[in-house]
């Protein structure tokens, strides 16, 4: 499996993904004003209401990343009609027995937490189908606003087009971050055409 490199991204604390998509806020308020009429037991009601409150809370808390929490639109609308499709099932039925009602909650908000992560990383993944610098669009959690994600795939079919992906993965640093240094001899043009892959991770990586 080819070896992600993602570049000029760092971790950031987030309230979760699923409330950046459109219907979050009609959705949830509905279900939180509804959830008196699922149960019959009383005490399930304060459960699941905190439950639904702190949902975008609780799923940054869970997810476990070492990579920023950033999804894209497409995976994020996925996601979304998984999950809002599961609570629209579970607002269908009458009134459940005690228990029964915040554990189905949290079975489907479990759920989400894995749509969720395998979303995320499934498209860090698809780097690998790539050659070189490669970008794609998402939204961040952390605030809800259009971001991107740039990597670097070491997929090439040949030393040409691995050596200029290279030279763009140089280009790239020296633009945005400006780390070019003397000691990236490693990386200069009259080593890139015998650089392995295991070498040019080790010469990242040293700087």
């Known amino acids: 499996m080819a070896l992600l490199l993602c570049l ?8 979760g993904c699923l409330h950046c998509h459109g219907n ?24 699941s209401g905190s439950l639904l409150t702190d949902w975008s809370q609780d799923t940054m808390k869970e997810l476990h990343l ?4 950033e999804i894209t639109r497409e995976k994020l609308n996925q996601v979304a009609n ?18 029964y009602f915040p554990n189905e909650l949290r079975a489907i908000f479990r759920e989400q937490v894995h749509l969720i992560q395998n979303a995320i990383i499934e498209s860090r993944i698809d780097c690998q189908r790539h050659c070189g610098i490669f970008q794609y669009e998402t939204i961040s959690c952390t605030n809800c606003t259009d971001s991107h994600v740039v990597c670097f795939g070491y997929n090439c079919e040949s030393s040409v087009q691995w050596e200029t ?10 633009k945005w971050h400006n780390l070019i240094s003397p000691s990236f001899t490693c990386l200069e043009p009259p080593h890139l055409a015998n650089l ?12």
């Open 165 to 174: 992906a290279v030279q763009g993965l140089l280009q790239y640093i020296n």
């Open 8 to 15: 000029g991204l760092t971790a950031a604390l987030a309230r």
């Open 82 to 99: 998984a999950v809002y499709k599961r609570m629209d099932q579970l607002y269908q039925g009458k009134m459940y027995f005690p228990g």
């Open 66 to 69: 070492a990579i920023p929490a």
């Open 24 to 47: 979050f806020s009609e959705k949830f308020s509905f279900y939180r004003h509804h959830v008196n009429l699922k149960s019959w037991w009383v005490g399930d009601i304060p459960v």
């Open 196 to 207: 392995t892959l295991e070498n040019a991770s080790e010469c990242l990586m040293q700087h």
